[in-house]
């Protein structure tokens, strides 16, 4: 046996960590012994010197991830070892060690935001109407090599940062978009090496990013966005300490990028650039001043990064390029990604290189702009001026959503020229998928690269027209999220965010981090539904218990739980508080509406496919009537979450009161929303049936014939789905659960608009906002093509096709019960959970049917096959061969 994977905080020797929080530790066992599990372990943390910190002695336990620290306080700006031992039920013992380092205390900040010089200056709509990017100079001299050494930096702003004109990592958008309010990140870089004896130079670029952009800054009231930083380095040397800060001593100049807006793009002329600028030697005579401001946030709200980086994760060459009949040159890179065109070129002095960035083209393969952004058009346009040498061109502070770039400036570009720089927040990759169908594995593609696209700093809702972090959206994705990547860091500082940007009341933002304009459209909405304050909408703000709840059942996170609890709670009181309020109208009993969510704004079930083409003004009815059922069963659901998440951690008296408000509100829903004469729903809407089949909301005597209503408005639509936004995750284990498998199967093969194939038969290579996204003639929509909420069909097909499931949470008991159609002949899953690979490959052939499955250490599996048969298994890989039929 043998320790692996080890993490703090769910990350790899993690530098900077918050120094005021209890880290939690992982491993994995591993062992060719078959039945391999721990029964004991035994935990060591060590200060610097090696003294222990802390020591559990040997414990009894099988527990091997999300393990909390209980020792005494961390201190700030160290670093530590540990040290986990392991028993196995076979005799077997195993040591491994890591390390963790502290980052500062909020006490220990020494340093004085410093801002650009320069007149305030609006930030408008419109390409290049932005200010320039600003660089901030620090020189400073060190008299020996340093042992040791620590940048901690953040800005208002994103920044590029350089040590002696060494970028020490490729991060993009530091310091990573979050509730600016209330918390801002910064981040820890270990310099040591970069650093030298004599004269050295702090290089930091700053361009406006979320913080600055009109269309994301945060509802700060006289909030004036510029450029400002915030650093200390701390240098260990033979000469001993040394602290270098952001001061008077910082100087600042414009830099070669003119203007640079997240949606309408970057403009940079290198003529104005500045070569050597971030490197010792160069002569800053000129340059002007930073300026002290006070601080725009206290100390405590500035936190260390969690999480891994926004950079970039992958790229792709150009696949084409061809000239359209309207005399334009249009790369293809074949895929619809997020981040930004690489372009080499060499061009005379003063030429002009500009690339428009695109998702879908006209019919005829013309330029299209789809992206019709809260604020307008975003041009998603990128230009850069020569200054007369050959350059590989690539904007800095902005990303597009594309496939296509329409280039002008370049006379018959070669598609080597070009390359798309794939950009995402960095998560190591989770599972894998395929089968014997392509049309499903390209569905499942597709649905990766739409999560790779929408998790840049924050898990967003499209990367091109809003950028921004629906909270819908993630509420109904976060399984498939985590079941696809390693997603725990990235939303844990989302939820963070979250927290610090809910209300007082307990009502959650649409988006997160809250910004201006969808703040005070909430506080419109909320004045116009007599609510009082900004709103929230079912399913949307469900977010705050179904994204902790979501990460608690995939990977078994206790933790999560209890750092988000007071939130979660605050987003379901806030529900109990609005059923307290009685619909206009209503003729229900008292003791009915007053446990029935149906007042207030709600989006509905949003984007069901038979109301897309209904007029503006039909919009609120359409919402209104599908929220007549999905407000009361989602408050529902909000609550027995919460009922669940307060016994999973002990909390017994808050686990009753939430469960006896869960069954009110069910007793409720069955009442208000069924017909008593005709035993169906009083909304004919093939969302309503769905949810309430999924969430056996449905009284025992009407299952049936709710499963066969079902099934019945299926048909009539053509065997075609119409569930909307907050129906959809739901619909095929609604049809599987009420006997109705095979319609389940009929769905996902449908390829008839809409339908999931129907996208990948039209050339999809990414989940679309709307089921349809190309009118009649073949133009594109002004929606997005890069939205993964509908990709979540992933989670149904891992669990049904490929047969991976558990029950209970974080897969330390797995089920392992393939049930595919006919039409497949063969699938396989790996799945890293916290234990380790979990892997499913099964193939049929001449009526035989051969299973081959790993569980992995300090796990166990039920293994039903279609004979009927089940085994019962620890740890190992097993082949079993099975005639079927």
């Not at 967003?460 to 498939?480: M, N, V």
């Not at 049809?735 to 996208?759: I, M, N, V, Y």
């Not at 790993?854 to 079993?880: F, K, M």
Request: aromatic fraction near 10%; glycine fraction near 8%.
């Amino acid at each position: 046996m043998e320790l692996r994977h080890l993490t703090t905080l769910h990350e790899p020797t993690p530098l900077g960590i918050d120094p005021g929080c209890a880290p939690y530790f992982g491993w994995q066992l591993h062992s060719e012994t078959l039945n391999t599990r721990q029964i004991a372990c035994r935990l060591q943390v060590c200060a610097p010197d090696g003294a222990v910190l802390w020591d559990t002695g040997r414990q009894e336990t099988g527990q091997a991830a999300f393990v909390p620290y209980r020792g005494p306080a961390l201190c700030p700006r160290t670093r530590y070892t540990w040290t986990v031992t392991a028993w196995d039920n076979h005799g077997g013992t195993a040591a491994a060690a890591s390390w963790f380092e502290t980052a500062l205390a909020p006490a220990d900040w020494q340093a004085t935001w410093m801002r650009t010089p320069r007149a305030y200056t609006q930030r408008h709509k419109g390409f290049g109407t932005q200010p320039p990017a600003t660089l901030f100079r620090r020189a400073f001299t060190l008299q020996t090599a340093p042992q040791t050494a620590r940048l901690y930096l953040t800005c208002l702003g994103v920044y590029r940062l350089t040590v002696n004109g060494q970028r020490p990592d490729d991060r993009e958008f530091a310091p990573e978009h979050t509730s600016y309010r209330k918390t801002l990140c910064y981040q820890t870089y270990d310099v040591t090496g970069l650093l030298r004896a004599g004269e050295n130079v702090l290089g930091i670029e700053v361009g406006d990013g979320w913080y600055c952009c009109p269309q994301t800054q945060p509802p700060i009231d006289g909030l004036q966005p510029d450029h400002t930083v915030l650093f200390q380095l701390e240098v260990t040397g033979a000469d001993g300490r040394r602290v270098i800060v952001s001061d008077g001593a910082l100087h600042c100049r414009e830099g070669e990028v003119r203007a640079s807006d997240l949606f309408d793009g970057e403009s940079q002329d290198l003529r104005l650039a500045t070569p050597g600028w971030d490197a010792p030697g160069f002569d800053a005579g000129a340059w002007a001043p930073g300026r002290a401001v006070d601080p725009p946030l206290p100390p405590d709200a500035l936190c260390p990064e969690v999480g891994g980086p926004v950079r970039p994760v992958c790229t792709l060459p150009a696949v084409r390029v061809y000239r359209s009949p309207k005399d334009e040159w249009i790369v293809d890179f074949g895929q619809v990604v997020t981040g930004r065109a690489r372009v080499t070129a060499d061009l005379p002095a003063g030429a002009a290189l500009t690339l428009e960035h695109f998702e879908a083209t006209e019919p005829d393969g013309s330029y299209h702009n789809s992206v019709q952004s809260a604020m307008g058009v975003a041009e998603q346009k990128d230009t850069f001026i020569s200054d007369g040498a050959a350059h590989t061109y690539e904007a800095k502070f902005t990303f597009h959503g594309f496939r296509y770039v329409r280039v002008t400036g370049l006379d018959a570009p070669d598609p080597a020229q070009f390359t798309a720089v794939v950009l995402a927040s960095d998560k190591a990759d989770a599972g894998t998928f395929a089968c014997s169908d392509e049309r499903l594995n390209r569905l499942y593609e597709n649905t990766r690269w739409s999560q790779r696209g929408n998790t840049l700093s924050i898990p967003t809702d499209c990367p091109q027209r809003e950028k921004a972090g629906w909270t819908g959206d993630i509420a109904l994705y976060a399984r498939t999220m985590l079941l696809n990547e390693d997603a725990t860091s990235f939303l844990t500082r989302w939820l963070h965010s979250l927290a610090c940007d809910q209300r007082g009341n307990g009502s959650v933002p649409f988006t997160v981090p809250d910004t201006s304009i969808y703040y005070y459209s909430g506080l419109q909405m909320g004045k116009q539904t007599g609510c009082g304050g900004p709103v929230c909408s079912a399913g949307w703000g469900d977010a705050a218990i179904a994204v902790p709840w979501a990460m608690y059942e995939i990977t078994g996170n206790t933790e999560i739980l209890k750092v988000q609890y007071a939130s979660m709670k605050g987003w379901v009181d806030y529900i109990l508080d609005r059923c307290k309020v009685h619909a206009p109208g209503s003729t229900l009993p008292d003791e009915v509406e007053e446990t029935l969510w149906d007042t207030g704004f709600q989006f509905g079930e949003w984007l069901i496919p038979s109301t897309a083409s209904d007029p503006p003004e039909k919009i609120g009815e359409t919402m209104a009537k599908s929220s007549s059922y999905t407000a009361p069963i989602f408050g529902w659901r909000c609550c027995d979450l919460m009922a669940q998440a307060a016994a999973v951690l002990g909390r017994e008296a808050d686990a009753a009161f939430y469960q006896k408000k869960a069954a009110a509100m069910k007793k409720a829903i069955a009442v208000a929303l069924i017909d008593s004469e005709t035993g169906r729903m009083r909304v004919e809407r093939q969302g309503a049936y769905v949810l309430m089949l999924a969430f056996d909301l449905v009284p025992a005597a009407l299952r049936d014939r709710f499963g066969d209503r079902l099934a019945e408005l299926i048909h009539q639509n053509g065997d075609r789905l119409d569930t909307g936004f907050l129906g959809t995750p739901w619909l095929l284990d609604a049809l599987c659960e009420s006997g109705h498998r095979d319609l389940a199967w009929t769905l996902l093969f449908q390829e008839k608009s809409p339908a999931w194939l129907a996208q990948v038969k039209a050339g999809a290579t990414t989940i679309w906002e709307s089921w349809e996204m190309y009118d009649a003639e073949g133009h594109p929509k002004n929606e997005s093509f890069n939205h993964y909420a509908f990709g979540c069909v992933d989670d149904w097909m891992f669990r049904t096709i490929a047969g991976l499931d558990q029950t209970g949470a974080g897969y330390r008991h797995l089920v392992i019960a393939p049930q595919p159609d006919k039409r497949l002949t063969w699938a396989e899953r790996r799945f890293f959970t916290e234990q380790g690979e979990a892997a499913v490959h099964w193939r049929r052939e001449n009526g035989v049917f051969t299973l081959t499955a790993t569980v992995p250490c300090n796990a166990d599996a039920e293994i039903r096959l279609p004979d009927g048969s089940r085994h019962t298994v620890g740890s190992g890989t097993y082949t079993y061969t099975v005639r079927e039929g």
